[in-house]
């Protein structure tokens, strides 16, 4: 069982920016593919990034290519989501997920989740 849980989320202007952490409770992180997601309200949950082990494998969703920044530190077992410039389109909740596999975007690919952190970006 792989236990994740995503903190750095807030209320921060827009252009401003945050970064969010996923720790990861499991033996093996390397292994896993890790994800990050959100989904807005009234809307579907979306893949945002995602990167495999050892920062290979990486992958943006074409709304936040050049201003969010995936990365993970297998020796902490922590994946990260760096996001600039926000937006206010930006605002969700953000989830972190877990796939014990290869690279995917793909929701329903992955194994594991946290409960997710909110991001609000004010206009």
């Known amino acids: 069982q792989v236990q994740l849980v995503e903190s750095g989320g807030g209320l921060v202007q827009a252009g401003g920016s945050l970064r969010l952490s996923c720790a990861a409770s499991?033996?093996?992180?390397?292994?896993?593919?890790m994800g990050w997601f959100r989904q807005a309200p009234g809307k579907e949950r979306e893949f945002v990034a995602g990167?495999?082990?050892?920062?290979?494998?990486?992958y943006y969703a074409d709304s936040v290519k050049g201003r969010f920044t995936i990365s993970r530190d297998d020796a902490k077992n922590r994946v990260y989501l760096q996001m600039n410039s926000l937006k206010p389109e930006d605002t969700a909740l953000y989830y972190c997920?877990?796939?014990?596999?290869?690279?995917?975007?793909?929701?329903?690919?992955?194994?594991?989740w946290g409960q997710g952190t909110q991001v609000t970006v004010s206009s």
């Open positions: 990167i495999s082990w050892s920062g290979g494998g990486i």
């Open positions: 499991v033996r093996t992180f390397s292994r896993y593919y």
């Open positions: 997920a877990a796939r014990n596999g290869g690279a995917t975007i793909l929701e329903y690919e992955y194994d594991y």
